[in-house]
């Protein structure tokens, strides 16, 4: 991640994050209020140093269902202490089951609903996460704070999309390109291929409109994306849409490539056509899988962004409300490097 530019310039040194799990809190939030009746079973869960696919074996495991029938809106990180949703279907069950109340996991509440829960449902995350050891000056770092506040950050996909060794890519080429291509790959593994391509394909647009200068100022061609909604709309820039995207209401659209009608023009397009045209082999991988073009914000905004600095401990704080598919790991890369 600190190899991609950022808007406001270098990382301003280094730090240690994650160096323990209660360093780094999500509280996931949901979109909307449970039905209160149906037979799936949502259940707010607290877990520690535990993924996501982890927690979902752990609870089919105690329950005697099929993991098949265990829905989530997103998936949170191992070394971390997580509140996420997710969704039990539990046909002819009228009583909520009893759950053990230590262990790496523990369920916070529940609530009758009438669907299963889907990638994507929640309306976002809150973070609390601690910065360690960190050598950077702390003037530049809340000054470089407050700007992320006021004008948000770029909005990369962060280091969990590439794997832990950051070589999902690379794997992906191989599996999908390689003489073995032809080898069935599980629904899963694909699917974590195929989103490894588009991000970094993502990823090098965005970059791209760093480095020219069409990050806080938009294109003519753009597509224009509404805050916190998956609409879009296709008009002129004019003033008007210019003072909306420099107040944060709209954001300019970026592919995530794929097939279909690109809605982007002029220099928006042009600036998008020389970098696939630079990545060749991603392009041709993501467009021979039959993919459909959709699209993302270039921007992410900073919701409730906090920070308190401990000059003796030299310690950060942080607390801030992203939106769904916005990653905390993209705002620290545009402060300070991982050590």
């Given at each position: 991640m600190s190899l991609l530019p950022g808007p406001f310039g270098p990382v301003l040194g280094t730090a240690t994050i994650k160096s323990s799990a209660e360093d780094f809190r999500v509280r996931e939030r949901l979109g909307f209020a449970p039905a209160g009746q149906g037979e799936h079973l949502l259940l707010r869960v607290e877990k520690t140093a535990m993924t996501t696919p982890e927690l979902i074996d752990a609870l089919a495991g105690h329950l005697g269902i099929d993991s098949r029938h265990i829905g989530h809106a997103g998936l949170k990180d191992?070394?971390?202490?997580?509140?996420?949703?997710?969704?039990?279907?539990?046909?002819g069950v009228r009583s909520i089951p009893e759950f053990p109340d230590d262990g790496p996991w523990r369920v916070l509440e529940a609530h009758w609903h009438d669907r299963k829960l889907r990638v994507?449902?929640?309306?976002?995350?809150?973070?609390?996460?601690?910065?360690?050891?960190?050598?950077?000056?702390?003037?530049?770092?809340?000054?470089?704070?407050?700007?992320?506040?006021?004008?948000?950050?770029?909005?990369?996909?962060?280091?969990?999309?590439f794997g832990a060794g950051g070589d999902n890519v690379a794997q992906a080429l191989r599996a999908l390109n390689g003489p073995?291509?032809?080898?069935?790959?599980?629904?899963?593994?694909?699917?974590?291929?195929?989103?490894?391509?588009?991000?970094?394909?993502?990823?090098?647009?965005?970059?791209?409109?760093?480095?020219?200068?069409?990050?806080?100022?938009?294109?003519?061609?753009?597509?224009?994306?509404?805050?916190?909604?998956?609409?879009?709309?296709?008009?002129?820039?004019?003033?008007?849409?210019?003072?909306?995207?420099?107040?944060g209401d709209i954001h300019s659209g970026l592919r995530l490539h794929g097939?279909?009608?690109?809605?982007?023009?002029?220099?928006?397009?042009?600036?998008?056509?020389?970098?696939?045209?630079?990545?060749?082999?991603?392009?041709e991988t993501l467009e021979r899988q039959q993919l459909k073009l959709s699209l993302r914000p270039h921007r992410a905004l900073a919701r409730d962004l906090r920070a308190e600095w401990d000059p003796q401990a030299r310690t950060l704080r942080l607390s801030v409300t992203l939106g769904k598919g916005s990653y905390l790991t993209a705002l620290l890369a545009q402060l300070v490097e991982s050590v």
């Amino acid at each position: 991640m600190s190899l991609l530019p950022g808007p406001f310039g270098p990382v301003l040194g280094t730090a240690t994050i994650k160096s323990s799990a209660e360093d780094f809190r999500v509280r996931e939030r949901l979109g909307f209020a449970p039905a209160g009746q149906g037979e799936h079973l949502l259940l707010r869960v607290e877990k520690t140093a535990m993924t996501t696919p982890e927690l979902i074996d752990a609870l089919a495991g105690h329950l005697g269902i099929d993991s098949r029938h265990i829905g989530h809106a997103g998936l949170k990180d191992r070394q971390a202490i997580t509140e996420q949703w997710l969704s039990l279907q539990l046909p002819g069950v009228r009583s909520i089951p009893e759950f053990p109340d230590d262990g790496p996991w523990r369920v916070l509440e529940a609530h009758w609903h009438d669907r299963k829960l889907r990638v994507g449902a929640h309306r976002g995350n809150a973070f609390e996460v601690v910065l360690r050891e960190v050598n950077a000056d702390p003037a530049a770092l809340l000054e470089r704070i407050e700007r992320i506040r006021q004008e948000g950050f770029a909005n990369y996909f962060g280091e969990q999309r590439f794997g832990a060794g950051g070589d999902n890519v690379a794997q992906a080429l191989r599996a999908l390109n390689g003489p073995r291509r032809r080898k069935r790959l599980s629904r899963q593994r694909r699917g974590l291929y195929l989103s490894a391509l588009r991000s970094e394909l993502f990823n090098r647009i965005l970059a791209r409109r760093i480095e020219t200068g069409a990050w806080r100022c938009p294109l003519s061609g753009d597509v224009w994306l509404l805050d916190g909604s998956g609409s879009w709309f296709v008009e002129p820039l004019d003033e008007t849409l210019a003072e909306r995207h420099r107040q944060g209401d709209i954001h300019s659209g970026l592919r995530l490539h794929g097939l279909g009608e690109v809605p982007m023009s002029d220099a928006a397009l042009a600036l998008e056509q020389s970098v696939l045209a630079e990545h060749r082999e991603l392009v041709e991988t993501l467009e021979r899988q039959q993919l459909k073009l959709s699209l993302r914000p270039h921007r992410a905004l900073a919701r409730d962004l906090r920070a308190e600095w401990d000059p003796q401990a030299r310690t950060l704080r942080l607390s801030v409300t992203l939106g769904k598919g916005s990653y905390l790991t993209a705002l620290l890369a545009q402060l300070v490097e991982s050590v």
